[in-house]
């Protein structure tokens, strides 16, 4: 085959996948906030999560995130928002990872507290985007209950998306879920005794 066949074989090929995809934007004409869910056991679901937080700022959105878990350990994503983009509604329920406080009385109790404010953002027809980010586990570990979030994400603003992040969290959260990406874990550096690095792990 010459080149001049290859090349008229390939426009052919891409005609109908652009075709195909014409088709499928078309067809597409709901106009509303979605529902992500973020899970499984790889790394990246909080840093895909602050990846669209940081695509709807460059519209101009206007986002709230609320971190459940984290906030013991200083990370990259929490120096920016509070230095670089003071705009962003953004709390945290600061104990850190459960395995370590080792404290479910406490857990619970600052569970509670940060879901006061994740309910607020959720309410707030003036929020584009929402980040949940570890939410699955309040779920999990059974510290917040679920019919109690799942009605909360259900009836929110109707232009208003929210990204929750996490593993595990139940059945609940996916049936609601309008799309679902679960993060495989296949290979970590962390297993091979590599140190999490700054500006890439936290």
């Known amino acids: 085959m010459t080149d001049s066949d290859k090349n008229e074989s390939h426009k052919k090929k891409m005609q109908k996948q652009k075709e195909k995809v014409d088709a499928h934007i078309e067809a597409s004409d709901i106009e ?5 869910l973020l899970t499984g056991n790889g790394k990246g679901k909080s840093s895909s999560g ?11 959105h206007k986002v709230g995130v609320t971190q459940f878990i ?20 953004f709390y945290q329920m600061g104990t850190g ?4 406080t ?10 509670e507290r940060t879901w006061v404010e994740a309910e607020r953002m959720l309410k707030d027809e003036s929020l584009n985007l929402v980040l949940l980010d570890e939410l699955t586990y ?19 603003p109707p232009e208003q998306s929210v990204i929750v992040t996490g593993r595990g969290g139940g059945s609940g ?9 679960e993060v495989k874990d296949i290979k970590h550096a962390y297993n ?5 690095r700054k500006g890439v792990d936290f």
């Open 102 to 111: 080792q404290d479910r009385s406490g857990d619970i109790a600052a569970a």
């Open 192 to 196: 091979a005794g590599v140190k999490a």
């Open 173 to 181: 959260l996916k049936d609601l879920a309008d799309t679902v990406s």
């Open 138 to 156: 309040m779920i999990a570990y059974k510290y917040l209950d679920e019919d109690m979030i799942l009605n909360a994400i259900r009836n929110r």
């Open 70 to 89: 984290k906030g013991a350990q200083l990370s990259g994503e929490e120096i920016f928002l509070k230095e670089k983009m003071p705009e962003v509604d």
């Open 50 to 60: 602050f990846g669209m937080v940081l695509r709807a700022l460059g519209y101009d």
């Open 97 to 100: 990872f459960t395995w370590n």
């Open 32 to 36: 509303r906030g979605v529902f992500i």
